[in-house]
């Protein structure tokens, strides 16, 4: 029975990231990436079962590292501003940081792996955000009437939609586009007036 090699397979999980966002899933095969990781087919299936093994654990790992980052220096605990803007923080960490891991969580959790991904990545970070949110609300840092889905768009969808004009290197009008402390400030104070009794 031939053994894993770690090199190997920290080679076959980049190689896996980079084709299932340059060809998306349906574009994706096993003879594919074993072929752009200079590898047997075979030597794939020491590590995953198939195609669909695969795929559910590298976004299962992307979501683990994205959501432990997120946790980083963060606590429920934290007063509701100082909080959400590590979050902030965070995110744009490691948005910055591993561009190409979030093109695949992006790729993978708008698939048909999405939620089976989300659920087993969330467990633990659902409980801290959720305590976070319970916590804010019952400090009155936080409107109380507020959905959770509607937190969530007004607390994140600006800061995704500046992460995508970097990503894009262009504003809307077609100039160059770096995120900095300046535009990330002024964005985040507009999320809490809208957010904050």
């Known amino acids: 029975m031939r053994t894993r090699d770690s090199n190997k397979e920290d080679i076959v999980k ?3 990231i980079q084709l299932l966002v340059e060809k998306g899933i349906e574009g994706f095969s096993m003879n594919r990436l074993a072929k752009e990781s200079k590898i047997s087919v075979a030597t794939l299936y020491i590590y995953y079962s198939d195609k669909d093994d695969l795929i559910t654990k590298i976004g299962i790992e992307i979501g683990k590292n994205f959501f432990d980052e997120m946790t980083k220096d963060f606590s429920p ?3 509701f501003k100082d909080g959400l803007y590590k979050q902030w923080e965070n995110r744009i ?3 910055q940081s591993k561009p ?3 093109s695949c969580w992006e790729v993978l959790t708008h698939s048909s792996y999405g939620e089976s991904i989300l659920e087993e990545s969330l467990i633990d970070f659902k409980i801290i955000m959720g305590n976070f ?3 804010a609300i019952e400090r009155k840092e936080l409107i109380p009437t507020i959905s959770k889905e509607v937190f969530w768009s007004m607390a994140y969808g600006p800061l995704y939609s500046l992460l995508r004009f970097e990503r894009d290197g262009k ?3 077609g100039g160059v586009f770096k995120l900095n402390k300046k535009t990330t400030d002024e964005a985040f104070e507009l999320v809490i007036k809208a957010l904050t009794p």
Do not use: C, S, Y
Request: zero cysteines.
């Open 14 to 16: 980049q190689k896996a």
């Open 77 to 79: 605990t934290m007063p």
């Open 93 to 95: 960490r490691f948005t």
């Open 100 to 102: 190409l891991e979030v």
């Open 133 to 135: 949110f319970k916590n």
């Open 171 to 173: 504003n809307f009008g």
